[in-house]
């Protein structure tokens, strides 16, 4: 059982878009950064948001991050076939002196 | 480009011991936190142990510590992890990524470790 909670999966159409939320607690997501990753099986997995909402460069804006309190929300907007992928949330908790991921959500477009 | 290359998975049986190593390119190694994370079959990343530039803070998940041991020479741009007494569940792919305390910047393609006998 993850530290971080996220749903096991997500679709939508392309073109459209698609939320995948990352629960968590103030000790980890309330106290500290929060990224995000996307990985397709087989591949590096590709950090996508940091510090709940900046992009690193050559990742697009159609992805985006925000932070709630103890939660944080991934929007994927303008959905195409190459964004099918896992999608992992992270942090530090520091109850735990670790790094702790999400569960992962499998994104399918349909 | 960054680059970060795994070696040294493979079968090994339980009980046993294995060395991966992550050999790095196009970055300041030094200046970087190195992390290894693993996902089991079928299963989500788990993070097991990061080391910082210099080497000399290190920090494990509770489930390893003890049987897993994170190392970085950085003359040679690599970071190492020692496994020990290997389980079947230790049966996984290893990444290892680089970035600061708390994020991942960039990873590896992984390295497959096997523990069966």
């Known amino acids: 059982q993850s530290v971080l909670t996220q749903p096991p999966s997500v679709s939508a159409a392309p073109g459209q878009k698609v939320t995948i939320s990352c629960s968590g607690s103030?000790?980890?997501?309330?106290?500290?950064?929060l990224s995000w990753y996307q990985h397709l099986p087989g591949t590096a997995p590709k950090l996508l948001i940091y510090?709940?909402?900046k992009r690193p460069s050559g990742i697009p804006d159609r992805f985006s991050g925000s932070k709630s309190g103890a939660s944080a929300t991934l929007v994927i907007t303008g959905l195409q076939t190459g964004d099918e992928a896992d999608y992992y949330c992270?942090?530090?908790?520091?109850?735990?002196?670790?790094?702790?991921f999400g569960g992962g959500t499998k994104l399918t477009v349909l | 480009e960054v680059q970060l290359v795994e070696s040294g998975g493979g079968l090994v049986q339980p009980g046993g011991s294995l060395r991966l190593s992550c050999a790095a390119s196009?970055?300041?190694?030094?200046?970087?936190?190195m992390h290894w994370v693993r996902q089991t079959p079928g299963k989500g990343l788990m993070w097991i142990s990061r080391?910082?530039?210099?080497?000399?803070?290190?920090n494990y998940a509770d489930s390893v510590r003890g049987r897993l041991t994170v190392s970085r020479d950085n003359a040679k741009n690599t970071v190492y992890l020692q496994m020990n007494s290997l389980g079947a569940e230790d049966t996984a792919i290893y990444y290892c990524?680089?970035?600061?305390?708390?994020?991942?910047?960039?990873w590896g393609q992984g390295t497959l470790v096997t523990v069966s006998s």
């Open positions: 990524a680089g970035g600061n305390i708390y994020r991942l910047n960039f």
């Open positions: 196009e970055f300041t190694f030094s200046y970087y936190w």
């Open positions: 080391i910082s530039g210099d080497g000399s803070h290190t």
């Open positions: 103030n000790s980890n997501i309330g106290s500290n950064y």
């Open positions: 510090e709940y909402d």
């Open positions: 992270g942090t530090w908790d520091s109850s735990l002196g670790a790094v702790v």
